[in-house]
């Protein structure tokens, strides 16, 4: 057995003991525990068997938000933040109002490296205590030095367009070409077609000037930073590092493939960073590797071929991470209706199917939908049809008759969380006479999830039933199948893409107009409890569990002996769970939880438990 899995158990063995140590299930308090912590709480989260995994061994989902895209402004530094009052304020909103639990942490080489070979400090200082804010408020964080269009300072003070991640120095080293478009309408149309951005792409990747080597010392040395500026505590809440947003070769070498360029160029650089990581102290956390951005695209002349096709057996080490948005949609060309049941069932269950094949978790750590402009009115249909495809490879319209085909809950951060929307104060390419306060105060874009209102509370922008979720945050044993609906709204029309089949009309009944999540897990003997989040539409003293496990409305706090529980999440934000306890091995559990029904009769509980006990035993036993 190698070292890190001897530590791994020990660890489970020092958690597991300290639960025996209360009856109620809280842990004794230490000077690094969370607020609302319990014994089963704050482990590390790694990779095993192709999943994330706490050091309970469950079956972790993040879910949560890029933070944020105000790291790619110049008007608080490259900071995702003001300041860590406002860290707070976001970490809080986040975790209570969008149901995160977890957060891309963008950070910029820019500002990490203003001057070649010297590392800002003070900006690494900045970043980390900002980060602390949200590993504090229990949201477990995984950074990325972001980039796009490669830097900002490729572009003139009156362009069209800007950039963000390269520094100014990494720019003056090459001789590149008055930037350029052509006729763009979109911002991404510069990554093929502005000369200045394809051959200063082309250099980091050939690392002309040492810039890659350059890139690779400052991201040691703030990995390192992190570490030693952390408690242990926190850092286990850093799940890991992505290192590269959206590669691209910017141009291939004669006769050179996508496909060849990940396999000689893109990975041989994950292989490097992933040694960096190593030294700096992060050997037991995962890199999150991106292929080239247009591998699955889903307009024909945009997907180019990758996957990181070629990279074998990825294991604990790595992360498949990718993005996705509909460009289709966002073309306003190509899909000119809104978006409908299933409708990214395929794209996302290739991103299942290629973290399957490398054997290790997945991650789709970008999507969204422009909430401004032409093409905003899909947005709810395009984010739920998102999420559900998230939840489950399979439309509402056949989950119900084939369960076990539904796949691993896939995690997924949103684009964005930016308290700062509509109120921003960025110089355009550092032009005072281009001051851009509107929407993500960046190329246009306007994604953000919330906002700040006039007396400074974050609010939503987006449907609530929507963004804050119940999904299955850690199962203690496998997901066989799960589903949620989130009776989300396209202006005054509710949704409902997964209704209750007329053949369980108890359950139907229960659950009426309301909304409902289906779980069903097949358990490996783990004594920690299997967690969903309970959004606010799901207030404790309203919300219905029918399981295997038996019945509650309202469910009782938790305690090591209660079947179905709730209790805080971590980090004191006021955030609630569900916890449902079965410790036993092999047995396959269900659980419906809805909040449809009003202090619903013992006789209607009862009965939509035994048709819910003869479906799952049929359908998945």
Known sequence: MDMPNIRARLLVVLVVLSGFLTATGVRPATAEALPDSLWFDDTPVTVQDGRFTDGLGREVVLRGYNVSGETKLAENNGL???????????ATALRALGGGNSVRFLLSWAYAE??????????????????????????????????????????????????DGAPKWAVDAGNYPDENCGICLFWGQNITQNEAVKQASYDFWHNAYGLQDAFLTTAQKTMAYVKQHVSAAQFAGVVGFDPYNEPHAGVYDSGQTSRAWERDVLWPFYEKFRARMDTAGWQDKPVFVEPNLFWNANISFQKQEGGLLDAGTLGPDYVFNTHFYDQRAI???????????????????????????TDTAGIISEFGHPLAGNVSDKAPTVLKGMYQALDSRLPGSSWWSNPTASGPVLSGSQWQWDIYNGRHHELMNGNPDKVLTAGDAWNDEDLSAVRLNDSGTAVLRQDARLLDRLYPSATAG??????????????????????????LPNVSRLVGSGQYGLLLWRSDGTSAPTELHLPA??????????SDLGTSYAPPAYTRTTPIAAAHEPGGTGSRRLLLTAPDNGVLHYALVTNGTTSPPADLLAAAKSELSAWAAQRAG
């Open 478 to 503: 496998t997901t066989v199948a799960f589903t949620y609906e989130d009776r989300s709204r396209d202006g005054s029309t509710t949704l409902t893409w997964n209704p209750v089949p007329s053949s």
């Open 537 to 546: 539409t799901f207030p404790t003293a309203t919300t219905t569990v029918v």
């Open 114 to 163: 203003p001057v070649r070979g010297q590392v800002d400090e003070a900006y690494l200082a900045a970043a980390t205590a900002q980060m602390r804010a949200f590993l504090d408020a229990g949201i477990r964080v995984y950074p990325d030095f972001h980039q796009d269009l490669y830097s900002r300072h490729l572009f003139d003070p009156d362009s069209w367009y800007t950039g």
């Open 331 to 357: 073309s306003g060309i190509f899909m000119p209706g809104k978006a409908g049941d299933g409708q990214y069932s395929t794209d996302f269950g290739t991103v299942r199917d290629r973290a399957a094949a």
């Open 80 to 90: 995702p933040f003001a300041s860590v009052a406002d860290a707070k304020k976001s």
